[in-house]
């Protein structure tokens, strides 16, 4: 299923729609770094701010070691939090509720489209909160919850049909 007539071929639709939203993640932290620069907050800058101003100040080495930082503590908690586990059920879960039988997430996203674009939400900003903060697995496992209970609903009911 292609959408229908004029609509982009899947793979360029995905790189349109990854590429949308990288567009629009820039454009919202440049106008917040806007905002931020334009009305200064009343009382010490909090570290977000103290990391901009570093970043306008030519700064990248203060900014890599924010970066080391953050990947060391969610190293630090993969291997101690029960999070990890919890991210690796969901992504096995997922995996083998979407992989087998071929076809079926084509089906589920003809059939529940606001499910699944939810769920799609959903994986992004898991990913991008592993990515970006320093308790992140948290925050994933938090989120693979909202993916694989849906997905496993809708299983469960694929088969309540058949039987």
């Not at 790189?15 to 905002?35: I, Q």
């Not at 969610?74 to 076809?103: C, D, E, Q, Y």
């Amino acid at each position: 299923m292609h959408g229908g007539p004029g609509a982009a071929p899947r793979g360029r639709g995905l790189l349109r729609g990854v590429g949308g939203v990288a567009l629009a993640a820039a454009a919202g932290l440049a106008a917040l770094w806007l905002v931020n620069r334009a009305m200064p907050a009343a009382g010490p800058p909090s570290h977000i701010g103290r990391a901009m101003q570093q970043l306008a100040d030519g700064r990248l080495d203060l900014i890599g070691l924010i970066v080391v930082r953050k990947l060391q503590m969610n190293a630090h908690l993969i291997g101690v939090s029960i999070w990890s586990k919890v991210v690796l059920t969901g992504i096995f879960v997922m995996a083998v509720l979407v992989l087998r039988p071929r076809g079926v997430f084509r089906r589920w996203l003809a059939e529940y489209p606001y499910i699944m674009h939810g769920i799609a939400a959903n994986l992004v900003g898991a990913i991008a909160a592993l990515l970006l903060n320093d308790s992140g697995i948290v925050a994933a496992g938090t989120m693979i919850g909202f993916i694989t209970v849906p997905l496993l609903a809708i299983r469960l009911r694929e088969r309540e049909k058949t039987v």
